[in-house]
């Protein structure tokens, strides 16, 4: 299943925390728990007011919907779904989102996992948790559609001990992440 389940939340207040986000999406699995909500970081590291949240399954998905312009704390939130097949691609540009990685694991281990796929990748990404710590989470930039479907096909498999899922992300997501790791 290559669907992404996930949503943008917007609208949100700076002092918003990943568990509050799940704590708000009442009834939603979320991909990794609190590690699954991955929160938009601006300039000089402060919370730019956006989420984006991986949901485990299409029920999860159609219920994280429902909380849509809902009051979280004192503001309404926005909440908008992300597919990848109503974007169109941008300049032949192919990025993956990794969950489930170990904290502990680096961007060698994660180009060594996609080597022995042979997928040829660009660049790595490790995003990092509230703390500045390494989230379960990576976004790789890579060559081609070809090494897209090769990506794909990693959905599930293993890193050490810990089963990896591997999503497609667009382009945005990908500098985003890209912004908040040079921040």
Known sequence: NCDLLMVQLSGLALTSTSQNICDFLFGCDVVGGPEGV???MGERGIPSGYAFVLLETTADFETALKYNKQILGD???SIEKMTPKDEEVQEEKFCIMLTGLEKTATAKDVSDFLSDGNVKHVEIIRSVDEKGEPSENAFIK???????????????TLIGNRQIDVFQVNLDLFQE???????
């Open 38 to 40: 991955i929160i938009e």
């Open 75 to 77: 503001r309404c939130v």
């Open 142 to 156: 890579i060559e081609s559609e070809e090494d897209l479907k090769l990506a794909l096909n990693l959905n599930e």
């Open 177 to 183: 992440a890209m912004n908040e790791a040079h921040a």
